[in-house]
Every structure is written in structure tokens, then in C-alpha cells.
DNA sequence: GAGTGTGAAATTGTTCACAGCG
DNA sequence: CGCTGTGAACAATTTCACACTC
């Protein structure tokens, strides 16, 4: 079973050169006159994206947020498995998220030494944002991705992915005013 | 009060050669030698994003996500209005979220019928994406914000703005499996 | 014949550098 | 004198087009 480049830059919203290049930079699999081998070629994204293994993945804030994204379907699908929730509301702690004990912020520290998570998600206030990633990346998390409308600052070697629901709105707004097509 | 490039630059993350280009395309409103004022910009940006008036929204999915937006701060600050929720599920019909009731999703129709809305947010279970969206955009909704993992398909003139949780996992283990610094 | 892989051309985006204004 | 606005230089990305292989 194979897919050409044509089938899948239709399904990406690309160009089928777009899709040969980007494909080619990390090495060239597909075979000439037929297409890619959709399960080698499978294999290999899982390998470039970095997800031939589990992630201990740590949420920070029992909010809406974190409710949201603990119940996230087709998460641990993808091999992240979601080792533990905080908050620093005393009135959320104990309450149970996705077969989950939420557990005081407190101990953030203490459980990392314990046990590393590689990603970190902070959906916590926006004012409380830098210093809980500060305090993450002091116990070694070396990738965040952020829910709170705040750049945050972190040394290099980590990274910080942003969703900003705002600021997607903001360019659907500016889309309508400015009468753009898409 | 003013604003230099250099300055917007390092809170931005860009150089102030970038922010001046930018900025350039819009019109040119700075003060050689000063900068840009401040009131003025924000007035000027604000009007490019066509944030002069407030927008009617509706939510689409009661769930989670639905959850996590309703009680989005800072969304009704930005003169976005939440004008109504919807929902397939009979259990979740009638039930409030920041204080609006949950309407039936069957409603759609007649209410956008009687009071468009400019905006719609998608929080559905991906099944029900396309459907959803179909309905809307028959229904005059000119933005969609997606929240369900799928790439939705609509019409020339009708912008979609995606937000996929799984993808930006994806995008910081590929940074952790590459090394990359950021 | 169909479709990849890839240099080379075209396009798009970024940075430089400086004239000109406040 | 500082800082914008902007062409011109430079860099990155995308598209083209075609040799090559299955």
C-alpha cells in the first residue's frame, strides 16, 4: 500500500513538491513510479517526530484547562501519558481528574527528582505562568507548552510551544475585517 | 508616551527592523526620532484587526472544551460576546455555563437565522466537525475556531483557524527528539 | 507510465543601512 | 541626535522541471 505525494499534499492543503522536499530532507523512502509506503512511511514520521517512546507528560493547573486536556482523547493514543496533575488551590487538591489524584503544587519539585517528566503542560492563571515554568525547568522539564496568554521566558535548550485561544480568535477577526480569503 | 521598534522588538521575540516593516505595511504612524505613540498604535492595531466592534460568538459543544472557553477571561475583555452554547447531547441541553443555557444543537438554524453571528467555535468530537461545520457556514458563520483534530474543508470566503493540542505535543517531542534549541 | 528526488529558477521574507524628519 | 520608513542586498522557501527508477 502506497500513497504519492499528490494524494497526500491534497490532504495536507500543500503542493506535491512541497511534500517531496520536506519528505527527501530526512532521507527518501518513496519509490519512484509508485508513491511512499504509507506503513514504512508511518514508521519513519514516528521516528522524526521523536515518538518511538512514551512521555511522562505533567499538568500544572486543575482548571478548565487542565480538565479539558486531561480527558483528551487520543492522548495517550500517541503515547503521552499524563504521570500527574497539580494545583496550588488548596480547595482543588485531592479532587480526581482522569483517574488522577490532583496533588498540592508543593510538591512539583519533590516528585520530579523522584521521577523526570519530559514535557510539562502549564495551564495555570496567567500572572502564575513564569514562575511555575521557572520552577519546572529548575527541576529539569526541557519542554512546555503553554496555555496562559504570557511569553514566557526560558533558558536555551527549552522548548515552549504557545496556544493562545485569544490570539486565534484575534486572526479570525482581523480575517473578516480585512475580507481575506481562505 | 511612545514605543520604539527596538523596544516592541524585544518584547515581541523579533528585530526592530521587522517591527518597523510590519508596521510600515499598515501606514506610517511613528514619530522619527521618538517612536510610536502609544494610544495612537494601539488605536491603529485595534483597527487592523478589526477590533473596533464587539463579536457575536457561539459555542458548539458543551464538553470540555466548550467548558474551558465559556469561562475564557480576558474573551468578553477583548469584545468578544459568548452569545449561546450548543449541544447534541440531551444531557447536556439546559444545563448553564457561565451563565448561559445549554441549547439543543438542532437550534442552530433558526437562532442564526434571527441573530447571526460572526464567529463559531468548534468543540465537538472530531466525527461531528465536518457536519457541524457544514451547518454553520450553510447557516452564514463567515470564522471557525476548530478545536476537534480534523482539517475541516469549507468554502472560498469562510476562514478556519485550528487548534490542535496533539500537534503542538508533537512539534515540542520533536524538538526534544532532535535536540533543537529554542 | 507514473511518481520520486533534486538541482536550478522564481518567489517570498528578512536584514541592512541610510536618507530624512522631529 | 534618535528613530522611523524604505529601497536595496541578502537569505530562506517554494515551485518548476526533468533525469531517473520502479
Known sequence: MTVSSRALAERGGA?????RKDLSFFGSFGKRGIGYPTIELARRIRGILGLGRPYRVILVGAGRIGAALANYPGFEARGFDIAAIYDADPSKIGTVLDAQTVRPAERIESDLAAEPADIAVIGTPA????????RLVASGVRALLNFAPVALVVPAGVTVANVNMALELEALT?????????
Open 15 to 19: 503542493t506535491p513538491a512541497q511534500v
Open 174 to 182: 482581523f480575517a473578516l475585517a480585512s475580507g481575506r480569503r481562505a
Open 127 to 134: 500572572a502564575a505562568a513564569q514562575a511555575m515554568a521557572d
